[in-house]
């Protein structure tokens, strides 16, 4: 089967098995609390981002669109979260900290936006995501009410209009 059609048949799965956050919080406490930390590698605080629109990326040092899109995540984040109840989270696909730490020193650059890693990489398989780069919109109540696999261009006016409309009510996904 050829690249295309494979990523076109996994988007369309992926697309299909959307469930609210909330339907796999049992499962994604689970692997959070084995496997995601943070880039110091401790145990990330969910608690924080509770009650608020989330916008998760999930992420690799080795995908070049991932790479690309991650300035753009980070000028969204800095442009909204501190106005609304808005965060990005761009979490790292099989990074280890130190390799992560590593990565942004050669990139000479660091996000504002909480970076956390999963370097089991056993988010990709256990959450279904269809490719990378991959980012869930998730509403305050848990429910992903956007799945999007692929770049963006996140810090674009309209994006950020769109996500401020979100929550401020005046937009719909």
């Not at 990378?132 to 692929?150: A, C, D, F």
Request: proline letters at 9%; aromatic letters at 8%.
């Amino acid at each position: 089967m050829s690249w295309p059609v494979r990523i076109a048949l996994s988007m369309f799965m992926t697309l299909l098995s959307l469930q609210p956050v909330s339907a796999l919080a049992a499962d994604l406490n689970d692997i959070t609390a084995s496997a995601v930390v943070t880039e110091q590698g401790e145990q990330p605080d969910w608690t924080s981002l509770q009650g608020k629109w989330l916008l998760i990326n999930f992420w690799a040092t080795w995908c070049p669109p991932c790479v690309q899109e991650l300035p753009a995540l980070d000028h969204l984040y800095t442009a909204l979260h501190k106005d609304i109840p808005f965060a990005v989270v761009a979490i790292n696909l099989g990074d280890q900290p130190e390799q992560l730490s590593a990565f942004w020193q050669k990139m000479a650059w660091h996000p504002d936006m909480p970076v956390m890693s999963d370097p089991d990489n056993s988010l990709l398989s256990a959450l279904s995501l269809g490719g990378l780069p991959s980012s869930w919109l998730v509403n305050p109540q848990g429910q992903v009410v956007e799945n999007i696999t692929g770049i963006r261009p996140w810090d674009a006016p309209e994006t950020v209009n769109k996500i401020k409309g979100l929550v401020e009510g005046t937009a719909t996904p």
